[in-house]
């Protein structure tokens, strides 16, 4: 899903833990700021989890798992991406409903600084969602992503965009500080939110944390609120880096 869609596929940093190891995992889940990184040439990362959304607006929670993010570089400084989502929608009016599939998207990620110099990291993304869901139309995000070490433990990301959607439809902003606290554990907070010309501003916050089991496998737990809106979410996942 794109922009005000709201991202499942969307993230976490990893940078406290020393991405700048080349086979060691860093992921674009549970936060909602996209990691300026890019997965190793010859690997493979998959990133997914469990997510449960409700919003008391339309008295309604919906379930979405799988959530599935797989990143396949072709290039040393430059992925393609591809989000794929399981929908269940339970309302006032019905149970849990039938498993239906949300719009794909296809994604390409460039990183422009990989920080090896000073710190500084910076990548440009692109989604497209495509109409495999039900929706018309392409809609699409295209977002500046940075991220800086800023001390031994901590380390700070954001990202900032615009939503498309037969025009320009709004922008999107999220910033996330991150911190290490030992035995591959980190933790996170994150304000982000969105304004589009249908829906205004919508600001949210959510925190949450990994741990880094070894250096291809990941787990995390995410949750989130509306800040002027209702609406929340609380998220499970696990992430891998395949290959040799």
């Known amino acids: 899903m794109i922009g005000c869609r709201v991202k499942w596929s969307a993230v976490?940093?990893?940078?406290?833990?020393?991405s700048a190891k080349a086979q060691q995992i860093v992921t674009d889940r549970p936060d909602q700021t996209e990691s300026a990184a890019i997965v190793p040439l010859g690997l493979v990362q998959w990133e997914g989890g469990m997510l449960v959304e409700?919003?008391?607006?339309?008295?309604?929670t919906r379930w979405m798992t799988p959530t599935s993010l797989v990143r396949l570089p072709i290039h040393e400084k430059l992925e393609l991406r591809w989000v794929y989502n399981q929908n269940r929608v339970r309302s006032e009016q019905s149970?849990?409903?039938?498993?239906?599939?949300?719009?794909?998207?296809?994604?390409?990620?460039?990183?422009?600084?990989?920080?090896?110099?000073?710190?500084?990291?910076?990548?440009?993304?692109?989604?497209?969602?495509l109409p495999t869901g039900g929706e018309s139309g392409v809609p699409s995000s295209h977002k500046?992503?940075?991220?800086?070490d800023v001390g031994e433990a901590w380390a700070l990301g954001y990202n900032v965009g615009c939503l498309w959607d037969n025009g320009m439809d709004g922008w999107a902003y999220a910033l996330a500080v991150g911190r290490a606290i030992g035995g591959g554990w980190s933790i996170y907070a994150e304000p982000y939110g969105t304004w589009t010309n249908e829906a205004g501003h919508r600001?949210?916050?959510?925190?949450?944390?990994?741990?880094?089991?070894?250096?291809r496998i990941q787990w995390d737990w995410s949750m989130a609120m509306g800040l002027n809106h209702d609406f929340g979410y609380q998220s499970i996942g696990l992430s891998l880096l395949l290959g040799d």
């Open 54 to 60: 409700w919003e008391d607006a339309d008295a309604e």
């Open 203 to 215: 600001a949210a916050m959510d925190a949450g944390f990994t741990w880094l089991q070894n250096d």
């Open 95 to 129: 149970t849990l409903g039938a498993s239906s599939t949300t719009d794909m998207e296809l994604g390409v990620k460039w990183n422009v600084l990989d920080g090896t110099t000073n710190g500084h990291m910076l990548a440009v993304l692109s989604h497209w969602a």
């Open 12 to 18: 976490i940093m990893l940078f406290a833990f020393g």
């Open 144 to 148: 500046l992503c940075l991220s800086h």
